[in-house]
């Protein structure tokens, strides 16, 4: 074999291994973020699927609701997407490029859920994204809308992405801790107390006695904390018309007094003959009424005894 015939095979040799060099260096995997837009420029989310369709805004520092009712936002929820769905990481590589894959992937126009984030000016889009079901619940699949391939995120955004709207809707009725409340009054049938915040005790009052309640009383712990957290995620709008009657006459009233004065009243009526469900209005509010169970309710209506022991 001559010396030119060993410089082309040397020459061949160099390429193959720079081939192959390249080849390994195009598949190593690498972690990406899926959105690449700084979340402080985001003015408007939308979320949706074939059955639903969210829309939230920020306005003045905070997220509420603008679409399909406008609604304060459950801050929770909105908490969760910005730090698991916006910040989500993927590999570089892609479970599929096969666009006839998208249907197993679940990350089509009717199987997926699209997120699609806008500027500040709520009108131009910045990223749009289909999330969609995977077998494995330590991740999702996911698309870049205009690209046909497919990628795993490293954690399951999927729940967190969804479009139904109670998913997003504040669930609880108010606001307050339980060291800004100075009055709770209850009334209804058989029922007429209060229960008043003092210096060091809580006092019970009713139409026969007043007496200071026990700091470890469980009954009252059961109370203060059934008022702290009163929420729900069953709501009815738009329908204050058909329960108007009842609400004259409300089958519980429920006040809270709070010490910068302010106070927020709930007139509950049943929603069923059996009461397993209720229905609250709060204050004079009328457009949104809200539905608890009984057991949300119990605490205040039952064992009212047991605040003296």
Excluded: C
């Excluded at 410089?7 to 080849?23: E, P, T």
């Excluded at 329908?239 to 006040?255: G, R, V």
């Amino acid at each position: 074999m001559n010396k030119k015939n060993l410089m082309y095979m040397g020459i061949l040799a160099v390429l193959v291994v720079l081939f192959l060099f390249n080849k390994t260096k195009n598949h190593t995997e690498e972690i990406e973020k899926l959105f690449a837009t700084d979340s402080t420029k985001i003015g408007m989310i939308e979320i949706s699927s074939i059955k639903d369709t969210v829309r939230l805004v920020q306005q003045s520092g905070e997220w509420n609701l603008e679409y399909p009712i406008k609604f304060p936002a459950n801050k929770l929820q909105v908490k969760n997407f910005f730090s698991k769905v916006l910040k989500a990481e993927m590999s570089n590589i892609p479970v599929s490029e096969n666009k006839d894959s998208w249907n197993e992937f679940k990350v089509t126009d009717s199987l997926g859920t699209l997120i699609r984030l806008f500027d500040s000016s709520k009108t131009k889009i910045l990223e749009e994204v289909y999330v969609g079901q995977s077998n494995n619940y330590s991740n999702s699949n996911v698309r870049i809308k205009g690209d046909k391939a497919v990628y795993k995120t490293r954690e399951n955004i999927t729940y967190t992405a969804k479009s139904k709207v109670e998913n997003w809707r504040k669930n609880k009725l108010h606001d307050y801790k339980q060291n800004e409340i100075e009055k709770i009054s209850v009334k209804g049938e058989n029922l007429d107390y209060m229960l008043v915040s003092t210096d060091s005790l809580w006092q019970f009052n009713d139409t026969s006695e007043s007496i200071s309640i026990k700091e470890a009383n469980p009954k009252l712990s059961t109370v203060l904390n059934g008022i702290e957290n009163l929420q729900t995620r069953e709501f009815i709008d738009g329908e204050y018309a058909k329960y108007k009657e009842k609400f004259e006459t409300p089958l519980y009233f429920i006040e809270m007094n709070i010490y910068d004065g302010t106070s927020i009243k709930f007139f509950i009526i049943a929603q069923d003959d059996e009461k397993k469900k209720f229905i609250i209005k709060r204050n004079d509010e009328s457009e949104t009424l809200f539905v608890v169970g009984s057991n949300i309710l119990k605490p205040f209506i039952e064992d009212i005894d047991k605040f003296k022991e």
